[in-house]
């Protein structure tokens, strides 16, 4: 069982992790996004699913050049299990994504469904769906 400063820690750097895939996804940061997952990370977006770090980095890297977005993560939810190893956690996204050069943008609303582990590396994620909502 972990004590209160050690959940409170857990928390707040499995929070780090969806601050800081947001601004790496957007800064095309393809490597440094893959290397917040696991070794076998799942990342699940759009039907699509993409296991291990080297797949993750190919699909981020595969963004089209002209293609921009700005990620805004709120309402970040995670639960650390009792054995301080693991969580679990949910956060809503509004994006704006739209083409250099041309005028106007797009909105996206979406839901993350997270699962964390605690690694050699640090906290990183284990699982990463992506569902878009209205």
Not at 16 to 27: G, N, Q, S
Not at 56 to 78: F, L, T
């Amino acid at each position: 069982m972990m004590g209160a400063l050690e959940a409170l820690l857990a928390r707040e750097a499995c929070m780090r992790l969806c601050l800081d895939i947001a601004v790496l996804a957007d800064a095309r940061d393809a490597a440094g996004l893959a290397q917040l997952f696991t070794e076998d990370g799942v990342f699940e977006r759009l039907g699509q699913v993409f296991r291990g770090r080297e797949a993750i980095r190919q699909a981020i890297a595969a963004r089209p050049a002209e293609v921009w977005s700005r990620h805004y993560p709120a309402n970040i939810r995670i639960d650390i299990a009792d054995d301080g190893r693991s969580a679990n956690g949910s956060s809503y996204l509004l994006m704006f994504r739209g083409k250099a050069g041309v005028d106007g943008h797009e909105l996206i609303h979406a839901e993350y469904l997270d699962e964390f582990a605690l690694t050699a590396e640090g906290w990183r994620f284990s699982a990463r769906k992506v569902s878009l909502r209205p």
